[in-house]
């Protein structure tokens, strides 16, 4: 039986939703060991120990890992990769700067974005922009995978009682590898739910013109539902929304309960991030959009009437 290392990705002393996916899947190769790496994390650590299925929490704090700085964090993972088969990250921003220079640093090929575990050396994932889903064997004797969080459930938060270990860095040497700094960190403040992980999801295209449209008309309807909002890349292109609103093959990757397209055509690569959403509903003029054949709802209409009056009477 393999023993896999998750890194925990959190925020604000709490273990972020993408990690419990990343924790399933490692679950399905063998004995689940978490890494918590911060500063002042011993809330996190504690939070991560009851995570159901978690054997062993290694916590490594230090100043040098406050920021999830890669370079700091990955030769940490590589050093407990000693006692360990298996790296799991979470398929996300940070979760994708820490593995490839794991890999690198172990000389192993990734394995990117899994959809399912087969077998201890076989997973799947998808390819073409999720037009085709290809079965990889892995030969490398250390394995480094990073995980689709709307491909596995969220292992519970409660129900664990992992051993929770410092860890010893470095024999000595300093965590800080000197070869990068944080600068400084914008975060847009927001009431609304997080993309990735909202049940609903609002999402505008090209069609809406303009920031100031975009605004009324998205955002407003998002408001009256508590939905997140979402963007085609034409529409971040164009400057309507900032780029971490772009859901697609180079945006976010979302499976919401609800997700609503308003004039978005349905590119493969938006649809690449969003087809696996429970219920499609699409509102496009052109009723030979692309977006239609997977919509499991489709309004053909002009935006500008439909969704005001849907706003209206919600
Ligand atoms: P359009 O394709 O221009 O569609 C606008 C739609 O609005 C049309 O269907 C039109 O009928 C409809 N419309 C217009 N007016 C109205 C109205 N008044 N009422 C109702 N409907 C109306 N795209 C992404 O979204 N995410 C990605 O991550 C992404 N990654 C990419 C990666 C690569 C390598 C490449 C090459 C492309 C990528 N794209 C991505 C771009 C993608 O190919 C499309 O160009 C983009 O998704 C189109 O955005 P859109 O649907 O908003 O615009």
Redesign the pocket.
């Known amino acids: 039986m393999s023993k896999t290392l998750v890194w925990v990705e959190h925020e604000g002393g709490a273990v972020k939703d993408a990690t419990l996916s990343a924790v399933t899947a490692a679950s399905q190769l063998g004995e689940v060991h978490l890494l918590v790496a911060g500063k002042g994390v011993d809330g996190v650590a504690a939070a991560a120990a009851k995570i159901a299925g978690v054997g062993k929490v290694h916590v490594a704090d230090d100043a040098a890992f406050e920021h999830a700085l890669p370079e700091n964090i990955a030769p940490l993972i590589v050093e407990l990769l000693a006692s360990h088969d298996v790296f799991v990250a979470p398929a996300t921003s940070n979760g994708k700067n820490i593995a490839p220079r794991v890999a690198a640093l172990l000389d192993v090929a990734q394995i990117s974005d899994i959809l399912s575990v087969e077998s201890e050396d076989t997973f799947t994932r998808p390819i073409y922009a999720g037009n085709a889903i290809a079965t990889v064997k892995s030969k490398d004797a250390k394995k480094v995978i990073t995980v689709r969080g709307t491909a596995f459930v969220k292992a519970e938060r409660e129900g664990g009682s992992g051993t929770v270990e410092a860890v010893s860095s470095n024999g000595g040497a300093s965590a800080d590898r000197g070869i990068s700094s944080f600068v400084g960190a914008e975060i847009a403040k927001s009431e609304r739910p997080e993309l990735t992980s909202a049940k609903v999801i609002v999402s505008g295209?090209?069609?809406l013109k303009d920031a100031e449209t975009f605004q009324e008309v998205i955002f407003s309807l998002a408001d009256k539902i508590g939905a997140a909002v979402g963007a085609?890349?034409?529409?971040v292109d164009a400057g309507y929304v900032p780029n971490d609103y772009?859901?697609?093959?180079?945006?976010k990757i979302v499976a919401p309960e609800v997700y609503i397209a308003?004039?978005?055509?349905?590119?493969?690569?938006?649809l690449?991030?969003m087809k696996d959403s429970k219920t499609i509903i699409a509102?496009?003029?052109?009723e030979d959009?692309p977006?239609f054949q997977v919509a499991d709802i489709g309004l053909v209409?002009?935006?500008?009437k439909i969704v005001p009056e849907l706003t209206g009477k919600l």
């Open positions: 295209g090209r069609a085609s890349r034409a529409a772009q859901v697609g093959q180079t945006g308003v004039g978005i055509s349905g590119a493969i690569q938006h690449a991030g509102i496009n003029k052109d959009a977006i209409g002009d935006l500008f």
